[in-house]
């Protein structure tokens, strides 16, 4: 029951980013994929969920193939993409956009459920997920990962120009949401805070993996190159 | 107070159906991103359903209507979600050009099938009055009014309250979001126009009893809504709807006698009132701060154009002045259309010039062209001035018209541009055809041909606007390979890029606009030649009537993008190539098939012009340096 992507080719228009990239989440484990500027993390965590279709390649969630599945049919599989950039609709209440991750109507347990993950969001049900700071926005877009149990949780540097305070925060809720069994995909900036937290790293520079194993072998100095583009 | 009374339940009658139509609109433009221009072609069209159904089939008329709103038109809805879900990465052109299609499609298809000559359509409802406050009103506008408040009022319950609302919202702000979480965008969608739909067929419904079944006129009510839509910011559906309401009673209240008799200019503006609408989308687009109305960005396509040996092009284009030169000898019964065609080179090359080189639509290029007809028969008829200064007159008045509209051009952008356009395009015509400057109150203005060699024989006409034709396509390769074809190019691709590089757009945007002004001056100073008079009706396509800037936009489309071929074939397929059919019907199915022919160019254009061109660029490497390998061998650049 593991999330895998085997000698996965992806791009835009014509540009390939993905270059032949195998990639295994086993169930129930968190790891951190990490890679300088333009490695392609985000492409690749697009791909998986589906908003982005591989070139070449297969990925399979649980056993069943899902190359070609729609985001919305991977998101009804468990799986739980959290995008870059504070995913919210802005236009919408919070407790709207609750309702959303829920698929429309809200269950008894949906605030309860929320307002644990954070508690802050129990205090601005009826505002407008917009005119929230970035922090409180970050917290609404982490809750989805909370509300619908998914088994497989993508994370696209949810911790990004956040204030240090906020991001304790978040990463707590990440231990929280790995304690409660969901595998995590995660792209981090916090380098630190990210290996703490893994079972497993990838490295990926340039559309293909370039380190893969458990976060205690990486040196320190060599990932700081990396990351430099020194390597 | 009590005499305007009636022309305020009038008003507020005609007022809750813009509104009602409007709100349709709001809906799926807000949710997909894409301007509904067919928006009242889908009114006409179910209100001629419901009539061939009831008066035709003999269907009862609660059947009728429940088949015609309920079923047909959402329906159409499906196929507008079809077209708009190919859209997304579509330039604004194709965007505007492709729901454009639609209305000509449908247009040609209701007038093939029930007639161009409008006829009335009974009502469903019962037309018994009553009294209220001394003011008979009828039952059938009562219903009408209360029908229209209920829908706008359940579509904004459905948006606050039930799940599709919230989805649909969802759509607005993020699309991608709610497919993360869970929901089909496309279904959303799909659903917004399927509902859109049904409220322009519904708005359809309910005006064609008061107006009669008229398919053009049917298509130009509901487009009325633009203004209320605009009121509303394309965007808010309360305001919308306050705002057709707004509308409908100060054009009411324009025919009380009160008002008439008081306010002496309305007698000379005998179409205000249909034309307050516009006048409320122009004034709004133009007068509101920028930024106000902003508008998805859109990716233009960029193309490896294919390109032929200089020796092969400079062949093509002796065979092509020879095949010029020949026309007025092997076709001399037709000469006159094909010098209709040469001038609309003229006319084709203005409009490629905003459109393909500065990916600006422009919707009243007809006005352009009447205004420059009529400007020259001023200055060569009225005055008896020479035929030089009629053509010069006729492109330098168009110049600061050209000016005037492209004001909202340079805050607004694409979109609103076009629809600003539009608007003015039908003002020109409602207010200022039958006046004295323009076409007056006969509708035809006189003109001359050039008293000069035997350019005012036929065949000398010919070859006059032929030269005009090769001129106007000259002047706007030139423009291409100029500076201002740079900038244009530029300015198409990325407004901030250029602006970041200190150029400025709007002067640019403007100076685009002014040219392609005058070029389409100087067409309709041609075009009075031609047959020696203009008029401001007509059934053609080249007549000179608003709705045929739709058209000519339409064909534009589907004619390639070279600057030469693209304004020749335009021009031909729009003007010659009909004059060959005899049949009655040739005018509609041209209408149709020009619309198709839209629809299918913005749709898959790119599609096909991407599977043609896979092959075409190593191609034409191969005709200009030689097979690959021998280029390999000798080492050349490959």
């Known amino acids: 029951m593991s999330l895998v992507l085997r000698d996965v080719h992806a791009g835009y228009g014509g540009t390939p980013v993905l270059r032949g990239v195998d990639l295994t989440v086993p169930a129930g484990r968190v790891v951190a994929l990490l890679g300088p500027n333009g490695a392609g993390k985000t492409t690749l965590l697009r791909t998986c969920s589906g908003l982005l279709h591989p070139t070449a390649g297969t990925i399979s969630l649980g056993g069943r193939d899902v190359t070609h599945a729609r985001p919305h049919a991977l998101a009804g599989r468990g799986l739980c993409h959290i995008p870059e950039n504070r995913a919210v609709f802005p236009g919408l209440t919070v407790r709207d956009n609750l309702r959303v991750m829920v698929g429309g109507r809200l269950r008894p347990n949906t605030l309860d459920l929320a307002t644990d993950a954070f508690p802050i969001l129990g205090r601005r049900l009826d505002q407008l997920a917009g005119t929230m700071s970035g922090g409180e926005q970050q917290m609404l877009a982490l809750t989805r990962a909370y509300l619908t149990g998914p088994r497989y949780v993508l994370l696209d540097e949810v911790s990004m120009g956040l204030a240090p305070i906020v991001v304790d925060q978040i990463f707590d809720f990440l231990h929280r949401l790995a304690a409660r069994g969901a595998a995590l995909l995660l792209v981090e900036q916090y380098v630190t805070k990210a290996l703490a937290l893994a079972d497993m790293v990838y490295l990926l520079n340039k559309g293909v993996v370039d380190f893969a194993g458990e976060p205690g072998e990486l040196d320190a100095d060599a990932l700081a190159a990396r990351y430099l583009g020194a390597a | ?638």
């Open chain 2, 1 to 638: 107070m009590s005499d305007l009374l009636p022309f305020v339940v009038i008003g507020l009658v005609a007022g809750s159906l813009y509104g009602l139509a409007a709100a349709g609109l709001v809906l799926t433009y807000k949710t997909s991103g894409i301007f509904n221009f067919a928006h009242g072609a889908v009114g006409a069209a179910t209100a001629y359903i419901f009539y061939d159904l009831r008066d035709r089939q003999g269907l009862p008329a609660w059947l009728a209507v429940f088949l015609a709103i309920g079923v047909a038109a959402p329906l159409g809805g499906l196929v507008l979600a079809f077209i708009a879900s190919r859209l997304t990465e579509a330039s604004t052109a194709r965007r505007v050009v492709a729901t454009i299609g639609v209305v000509l499609a449908i247009q040609g298809g209701l007038q093939l099938r029930y007639g161009i000559a409008p006829f009335p359509l009974d009502t469903p409802l019962p037309t018994k009055t009553f009294t209220v406050a001394d003011v008979r009103v009828g039952y059938d506008q009562a219903i009408t009014f209360a029908i229209a408040v209920l829908a706008v009022l359940g579509l904004a319950l459905l948006f606050r309250v039930s799940v599709l609302g919230l989805h649909m919202r969802s759509v607005v702000d993020n699309g991608e979001l709610l497919e993360m979480a869970g929901t089909d965008q496309a279904g959303v969608r799909v659903k917004s126009w399927a509902i859109g739909s049904a409220f322009a067929g519904l708005s359809g419904l309910l005006i064609a009893p008061a107006i009669g079944l008229d398919a053009l006129l049917l298509t130009l009510v509901v487009v009325q809504a633009f203004g209320a839509a605009a009121v509303g910011r394309f965007t808010h559906l309360g305001r919308t709807f306050l705002g057709g309401l707004a509308i409908g009673v100060a054009a009411a209240l324009l025919h009380a006698p009160k008002i008439t008799r008081n306010v002496g200019f309305l007698k000379d503006l005998p179409n205000l009132d249909t034309s307050l609408p516009f006048l409320v989308l122009f004034c709004v687009l133009v007068f509101t701060r920028s930024g106000s109305f902003t508008e998805r960005s859109v990716r233009r396509e960029v193309r490896e154009p294919v390109r032929l040996p200089r020796a092969v092009n400079l062949a093509l284009l002796a065979a092509a002045a020879a095949g010029a030169i020949v026309i007025p000898h092997a076709f001399d019964t037709r000469v006159l259309v094909y010098t209709q065609g040469a001038v609309f080179i003229v006319i084709y090359a203005s409009l490629y010039l905003l459109v393909e080189l500065s990916n600006q639509v422009s919707l009243c290029q007809v006005a352009f062209v009447a205004i420059g007809a009529t400007t020259f028969s001023h200055v060569t008829h009225g005055w008896g001035l020479p035929w030089g200064f009629g053509v010069l007159a006729a492109a330098a008045v168009a110049v600061p018209i050209g000016a005037f509209v492209a004001i909202p051009a340079i805050r607004l952008s694409g979109l609103f541009l076009a629809l600003a356009t539009l608007g003015f395009g039908i003002l020109v015509e409602q207010l200022v055809y039958n006046r004295d400057v323009m076409f007056g109150r006969y509708g035809q203005r006189e003109g001359v041909r050039p008293n000069l060699f035997h350019l005012n024989s036929d065949t000398g006409y010919f070859y006059l606007c032929l030269g005009f034709g090769a001129a106007a396509i000259g002047l706007v390769v030139l423009i291409r390979r100029s500076r201002l074809g740079r900038l244009l190019n530029a300015l198409a691709d990325s407004p901030v890029a250029l602006a970041t590089h200190g150029a400025s757009v709007n002067i640019t945007r403007v100076g685009v606009f002014c040219i392609s002004a005058a070029l389409a001056g100087v067409g309709g100073a041609l075009l009075v030649g031609v047959t020696g008079s203009v008029s401001s009706s007509g059934t053609s396509a080249a007549a000179l009537v608003s709705f045929n800037s739709l058209l000519w936009l339409a064909v534009l489309s589907f004619v390639g993008r070279s600057p030469v071929v693209a304004p020749v074939l335009a021009a031909f397929v729009l003007v010659v190539l009909p004059s060959y059919f005899t049949d009655p019907d040739t005018v509609q199915w041209q209408t149709i098939s020009f619309g198709v022919l839209a629809v299918f160019a913005s749709t898959f254009g790119p599609a096909v012009s991407r599977w043609l061109a896979a092959d075409a660029p190593r191609h034409a490497d191969r005709i200009q340096r030689g097979p690959m390998r021998a280029r390999m061998l000798t080492g050349a650049r490959i």
